[in-house]
């Protein structure tokens, strides 16, 4: 029987998992907007994908600037 592939979605979903050390459901979560990653994380995350966390999360900042 064939394995399943992954499609790209869970792809990305389990390379984000890997790279901040959080289960494939965390990050579904967080892609739903169901909860957010800490600081660190999103730390992590800017360092990846080379971007400003301001960049990759800037509602957050601006809520944090209320």
Do not use: C
């Not at 890997?18 to 965390?26: G, K, Y």
């Not at 169901?34 to 601006?62: C, G, H, Q």
């Amino acid at each position: 029987m064939a394995k399943h592939q992954p499609t790209p979605r869970e792809q990305f979903i389990n390379k984000i998992a890997e790279i901040t050390h959080r289960s494939p459901a965390t990050v579904i979560k967080w892609v739903m907007g169901l909860s957010k990653p800490d600081i660190n994380t999103k730390r992590i995350l800017s360092k990846y994908f080379k971007a400003p966390v301001e960049e990759l999360f800037p509602e957050e900042e601006k809520e944090e600037e209320k």
